[in-house]
């Protein structure tokens, strides 16, 4: 089962239709069962249960996660794939040391691959959607693999098979997802 | 949270509002009349039905002319979300996009310059599950245009209903049409939505089609109890 985190304002807010759900409908296609929770409700037996974790995005606006990041402590434990999409990467980034600031993208942008990586499309650079008004930092050690012309698009742990994508791969990017799902399926 | 409603008069924007107020306040609709027809943004035919919609609805109607010229309908838009800010203490916009990418980006766009929240319910939605709830959750929609092979005059009228949506799943694997109209094959009117108190019936309507090409114009429609 792969787990998603909704990561909104409220459990069940419109952003679930917008943010959940399209990331849903990939794990669908791929033939892979999910479940969703809200962040502030994780339980372990979810935790457990998921062969794979998507914390996903949410509207542009909606930045309140930022103020209970230790709704995340789990990730310091969690043992299998871990995909952040846009709010996702901010929270990865910053449950691991590393920062979010200013900065914003809004529509289809020029990605630059500086890492290649299976989880992105082919090298040299691709387009993606964007909808961000922060920008990550990564912690310290943890590899950058795109970025666009204003902040960094895609990082990875090393040491773990944990990943941030800041631009938004539901749209016309469904195969970041689907790389992801494979790493997931081992 | 009090939203505005982008509306359209067709299938996408009234089942996003259908949405919008299950978890949300829909505070009014908006829409924009563009004078030009090839208008970007905003142009579906019987956009004069809204109006009538929003009655049915019970819902307060912010509309605005717009020329309908790519720059200038942003910011005709920008205009109306401020006059409905004001009047109606709106905090966000919710559309009914489903896949444009251009329509989001500047709506989004628009919605950030403005501080206001902006949801598309519909968006990236899976297209049959979306037409089956459509469908069940007791909204009736008619094609009001067609633009693309093969749909023929016929059309111009036909209620979305199980057989209509099994012709629209063939013509989807034939001709390569999307199957809820995104690429601009046919547009819809909504007559009846869940959260309507009356229902719309058209009394005088004419067919103008060519080519693969047509439009059901509503001369004279009326509300009529449900």
């Not at chain 1, 020029?110 to 008004?133: G, K």
């Not at chain 2, 509309?63 to 709106?90: H, M």
């Amino acid at each position: 089962m792969i787990l998603l985190v909704d990561p909104g304002f409220r459990e069940g807010s419109l952003g679930y239709d917008e943010f959940v759900c399209s990331i849903a409908g990939i794990v669908e296609r791929a033939g892979l069962p999910w479940a969703c929770q809200h962040y502030t409700a994780l339980n372990e037996d979810e935790l457990r249960d998921a062969a794979g974790i998507i914390i996903c995005g949410t509207a542009l606006k909606d930045n309140a996660f930022l103020e209970n990041l230790e709704r995340f402590s789990w990730l310091r434990n969690a043992r299998v794939p871990v995909l952040g999409v846009c709010a996702g990467m901010q929270v990865l980034c910053l449950a691991f040391g590393g920062s979010v600031r200013p900065g914003c993208e809004i529509g289809m942008t020029s990605i630059r691959i500086t890492v290649p990586h299976q989880i992105l499309p082919d090298p040299p650079s691709f387009m993606a959607y964007e909808l961000h008004t922060h920008s990550c930092v990564p912690p310290h050690g943890w590899e950058i693999l795109a970025e666009s012309e204003i902040c960094i698009q895609a990082i990875r742990d090393p040491e773990r098979p944990f990943f941030g994508v800041l631009f938004h791969p539901e749209v016309r990017n469904d195969r970041v997802v689907k790389s992801f799902l494979e790493i997931c399926e081992g | 949270m009090k939203l505005g409603v982008l509306c359209s008069g067709g299938k996408d924007s009234l089942f996003a509002c259908f949405r919008a107020m299950q978890k949300e306040e829909v505070a009014c609709l908006i829409t924009l009349f563009p004078e030009n027809l090839e208008s970007y943004m905003f142009h579906t035919p019987n956009l004069h039905m809204v109006p009538l919609q929003a009655d049915a609805a019970g819902l307060p109607l912010k509309s605005f002319q717009t020329e309908g010229i790519e720059d200038a309908e942003l910011r005709d838009l920008s205009e109306v979300l401020k006059i409905a800010v004001t009047e109606y203490g709106i905090e966000g916009v919710v559309t009914g996009a489903l896949m444009s990418v251009y329509q989001a980006t500047r709506i989004q766009r628009i919605c950030k310059d403005l501080d206001l929240w902006c949801f598309n319910p519909l968006w990236y939605t899976d297209p049959v599950r979306y037409m089956n709830t459509l469908m069940a959750s007791g909204f009736r929609v008619v094609v009001s245009g067609v633009f693309a092979e093969p749909f023929d005059e016929s059309w111009l009228g036909r209620e979305l209903d199980g057989t209509t949506l099994e012709i629209l799943s063939g013509y989807a694997r034939d001709y390569g049409i999307t199957l809820t109209g995104e690429g601009g094959e046919y547009e819809t009117l909504v007559l009846d939505a869940p959260f309507f108190n009356r229902k719309i019936v058209i009394q005088e309507s004419e067919r103008h089609y060519r080519n693969f090409r047509g439009v059901l114009s509503v001369k004279r429609a009326s509300l009529e109890e449900k």
